[in-house]
């Protein structure tokens, strides 16, 4: 069979799994999504793709976008800098818990894929307005997938006047010395940054950036560097499921970081980017079709690092 027939077929067998799920409400702009929507490109290294399912839709990044602010702040601001502020221990905790924050001496987040670290990493991006550190996460976003980037304006709004939990773990960060300046201008940039919008090529493209030690295999430019790619994929492995990043590890074995939109991006070391859509979910907060669709494949191809 090819390629191509595997990857609809295994497509047609993951998306039975997605009456499973359930669609993200807790922003309501995420609630009218399609459930049983599934979609998935396959980037290679060598600047290939495959895809299967309704490819060209757009989708928000929600939590993958975690790991590409946590690229761009690590190259602005080295690791002593930015780890100094953030942990590098996954949790076991639901991604928006505020427990930790309370019990871990000093009190700073246990790492940057929790929203505690997340938020406290896009304070640090670099610029002297929200305007400014915007403009250059999008600019990076867009070099990243070779095409201009946007965002979901409605996303975007529907999070920040509901995001009164984020907004609880900042002012706790920001009392305790994690965070500085204003909140509410954290706010509107990662809420923005969250509701960044691509299809599931366009993040297939940069889970290859990522896969090829931070090689663009279209432009064949450093976009990021060896050492910060190594770092996120590591991120990816140990927090990138939240808390069921374990059972990943141990039936997937790649690294791959979900959003709450229902996009899962995995990047298959020295081989290729996954980018996938479903935006039914488990009870943790990960695509329950797209899951079962990394599962098929990494039995398949045997792409498991491990
Ligand atoms: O901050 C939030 O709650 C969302 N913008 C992102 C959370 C998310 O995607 C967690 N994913 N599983």
Redesign the pocket.
């Known amino acids: 069979m090819s390629n191509q027939n595997l990857l609809e077929e295994l497509v047609e067998i993951a998306r039975s799994f997605a009456s499973y799920g359930k669609v993200a409400d807790y922003?309501p702009a995420l609630s009218d999504q399609n459930p049983d929507d599934l979609a998935i490109c396959i980037y290679s290294i060598e600047n290939e793709s495959f895809y299967a399912g309704d490819h060209l839709k757009k989708f928000t990044l929600?939590?993958i976008s975690k790991v590409i602010t946590l690229a761009l702040v690590l190259m602005d601001n080295g690791e002593e800098e930015v780890f100094s502020k953030v942990g590098m221990e996954p949790t076991g905790d639901p991604?928006?818990s505020i427990a930790k924050l309370e019990t871990n001496k000093p009190s700073k987040p246990l790492n940057p894929m929790i929203?505690a670290g997340a938020l406290a990493v896009t304070n640090m991006i670099k610029g002297d307005t929200v305007v400014e550190k915007w403009d250059r996460l999008i600019e990076f976003i867009s070099h990243l997938t070779g095409q201009k980037v946007t965002y979901n304006e409605d996303v975007a709004y529907s999070?920040l006047q509901t995001?009164n939990l984020?907004r609880s773990l900042c002012y706790f960060m920001k009392q305790h010395g994690v965070i500085t300046g204003n909140v509410e201008d954290l706010l509107v940039l990662y809420?923005k940054q969250?509701a960044v919008e691509m299809n599931c090529v366009d993040l297939a493209k940069i889970g290859a950036v990522f896969a090829n030690d931070g090689l663009d295999p279209e432009s064949g430019k450093q976009l990021i560097s060896r050492d910060v790619a190594r770092i996120c994929k590591t991120f990816m492995v140990t927090c990138g499921m939240?808390n069921s990043s374990g059972e990943f590890a141990i039936k997937v074995g790649i690294p791959a970081k979900?959003?709450?939109s229902g996009g899962i991006m995995g990047s298959v070391p020295g081989r290729c980017g996954i980018g996938i859509f479903g935006p039914a979910l488990d009870e943790v907060?990960?695509s329950f079709a797209g899951v079962k669709l990394l599962e098929g494949l990494s039995a398949k191809y045997s792409w498991s690092i491990f």
């Open positions: 922003i929600q939590s991604f928006n929203n999070e995001a984020n809420t969250c939240y979900s959003g709450v907060g990960n």
